[in-house]
């Protein structure tokens, strides 16, 4: 289809600008990160004939995931814009925003992980039946740190993320590996989750892998895609209980359940504490052995 008189390249270079120097970094980075096309919507044989036209903007996944709530209103602060900058153009009139996600080749997603054993031992350790990446902010690192070691006792191997503000290259290649061979995709929603410069890009990597995702709702309401997934509304700091629900949710997957339920099986031949005794009991639906202590419901 036509794009009539209009030259893209220079209506979104022109655009990115406007918005840098009003200070919207939102609009910003949707515009220098999009690849943009238009094209003619409609026609009106009014006045001598107005064509009328649409902008499309691609955007990578994972920015899309993180605009996905505010898409509407990031439309149409940019068509008002363009109303605004090309006013001349009288019969023909660009006055129409489409922002969408950048479609993934069904080729490239099945491409191999080009991640050695090696790789996979550094990030996972040698346990690795089922792979868990918990995604965070850095001011809650304390709370995902003692979340892996608690999953650690239901075998299960967990990845804290960005353990720094800023990722060195190498680290930003360390979480790149972990969240192309992750099984589940663990999101703590704390107030600061979306202050961090990653957490929405972790999202979108689980998005496009499909994996198994779980929100945890702490100060923090679930946004664009992540809100259609697996949802836990309760406090970060009481790990002990939030690993204990997260294994509940993952052996109630069919693909997961069987592999799980016979490793915490596994796991009470060498149990960790009573505590995590009786979780497992109470996940796998086992009773307790005969003469010993009942666990609390």
């Not at 840098?20 to 970094?25: A, E, I």
């Not at 814009?81 to 969408?100: F, G, M, P, T, W």
């Not at 915490?264 to 009573?274: I, S």
Request: neutral net charge; charged residues 20%.
């Amino acid at each position: 289809m036509t794009k009539g008189p209009f030259n893209v390249q220079l209506i979104v270079f022109t655009l990115t600008q406007l918005f840098h120097h009003q200070n919207n970094p939102d609009l910003e980075n949707i515009l220098s990160q999009s690849t943009s096309r238009i094209e003619e919507s409609g026609y009106d044989n009014w006045n001598g004939g107005t064509y009328f036209y649409t902008l499309y903007l691609e955007v990578p996944v994972e920015l899309f995931a993180s605009i996905e709530s505010n898409l509407t209103k990031h439309e149409k602060a940019i068509e008002s814009k363009l109303q605004l900058a090309l006013r001349e153009n009288l019969n023909h009139i660009l006055n129409d925003v489409v922002i969408q996600p950048i479609l993934a080749e069904i080729s490239s997603l099945n491409k191999p992980i080009s991640s050695s054993n090696k790789d996979l031992e550094r990030i996972w350790g040698k346990n690795q039946i089922l792979k868990l990446f918990i995604s965070h902010q850095h001011l809650d690192k304390i709370f995902a740190t003692q979340l892996k070691s608690l999953l650690a006792k239901y075998g299960i191997a967990a990845f804290v993320a960005h353990q720094d503000i800023e990722p060195t290259f190498e680290w930003q290649k360390e979480i790149k590996r972990a969240l192309n061979t992750m099984d589940v995709f663990v999101a703590l929603l704390s107030p600061n989750f979306r202050t961090s410069n990653w957490t929405d890009q972790e999202i979108g990597y689980a998005v496009a892998r499909n994996v198994l995702m779980i929100h945890v709702r702490d100060g923090q309401d679930p946004y664009g895609f992540i809100n259609e997934t697996q949802s836990l509304s309760m406090d970060i700091s009481n790990v002990d209980e939030l690993a204990e629900k997260i294994v509940d949710i993952i052996c109630k997957n069919p693909y997961f359940e069987n592999k799980m339920k016979k490793k915490l099986l596994d796991v009470l031949k060498n149990p960790y504490g009573y505590r995590i005794v009786c979780s497992i009991l109470r996940i796998t639906s086992v009773p307790s052995l005969k003469g010993s202590k009942r666990c609390n419901a």
